[in-house]
């Protein structure tokens, strides 16, 4: 106690200015997650309020796990995660090497590399809802009138070629984030061991393959790292696109978790259901997190 007085007594003035900092922190992000924490196990619905305090233990979360409907939602979203952050580094990576080698207008093209970035997730959702329409949408008109094909292909009602359209925008969207990051790992790598590499012969393949690559791999994990949380909690291009349809089968974690919450009005499972799939986000923190260390590793950087 004489200790933490003496902290006290030393550090006041700091304290005193962080205290507001602490308090709205406090507010705004520890007490909402006590509460949601705590509806998890009760049988809260929102038509119900006096429901809050009808606490169950662990059903909801027994309920989740025997739930085929949260695991189908699960595996798809994973799929999903796969695929996307997959696809927006080789994406990324590419196009980082193209811009890398402009001489001339780079920052431009940097600017023009990050206006995806600057749409809202729900703008495009519509934007690629409507283009990829079955009657009015720009893909189809320009496919019949090229005649690649005789008649509208349902690209938000056929189960895989939606999969595909979400996938499609999610990767417009966010291949940038990837492209800058690595971008930054470029302009960061010495020239010297490149340098060295072409003067005992190696090819751009093999220099590539050898040197920037190693180089680059601490950039990606990151860009994986921050991604990975961000799609595993996609929303809203789904809700706009396909709403979960055709029938369910477009359905993620937290479009399935915002229509328990809010459409079935079942709120107490729906926040076992976020607390449940906080794993996926945080086992792939950890993988990623162990990629870029054992990365780092690689590079001499402890």
């Not at 800058?180 to 003067?199: H, S």
Request: charged share 15%.
């Amino acid at each position: 106690m004489a200790r933490l007085r003496r902290f006290i007594r030393d550090n006041a003035v700091p304290l005193a200015l962080l205290s507001p900092a602490v308090l709205v922190i406090l507010l705004v992000v520890l007490l909402p997650l006590i509460f949601s924490f705590y509806t998890s196990f009760s049988n809260y619905r929102l038509i119900r309020p006096d429901s809050l305090w009808d606490f169950v233990a662990f059903r909801n979360y027994a309920r989740v796990l025997g739930d085929g409907e949260f695991w189908s939602a699960l595996w798809r979203t994973v799929l999903f995660l796969t695929f996307a952050l997959n696809l927006e580094m080789l994406l990324g990576l590419g196009l980082a090497l193209l811009v890398n080698r402009i001489t001339w207008g780079q920052r431009t093209m940097r600017t023009i590399m990050m206006f995806p970035m600057m749409f809202s997730p729900i703008l495009v959702g519509f934007q690629f809802k409507y283009m990829f329409n079955d009657t009015i949408g720009v893909v189809n008109n320009a496919l019949q009138s090229l005649g690649l094909a005789q008649e509208a292909i349902p690209f938000l009602v056929d189960r895989w070629l939606a999969f595909a359209s979400i996938l499609f925008a999610e990767i417009w969207m966010s291949t940038a984030i990837f492209a800058i990051l690595i971008l930054a790992g470029l302009f960061a790598m010495p020239r010297d061991p490149v340098e060295a590499a072409k003067v005992d012969g190696c090819n751009n393949w093999q220099v590539f393959r050898h040197i920037t690559l190693p180089f680059l791999m601490p950039f990606i994990y990151i860009a994986m790292t921050i991604r990975s949380l961000d799609v595993a909690r996609a929303y809203d291009i789904v809700d706009v696109m396909t709403g979960g349809g055709p029938a369910g089968r477009t359905e993620l974690l937290w479009t399935l978790i915002a229509r328990t919450a809010y459409d079935d009005a079942r709120m107490g499972r729906a926040n076992a259901m976020a607390y449940v799939s906080i794993l996926l986000s945080i086992f792939f923190t950890w993988f990623f997190f162990r990629k870029l260390m054992a990365a780092r590793k690689h590079l001499g950087a402890f």
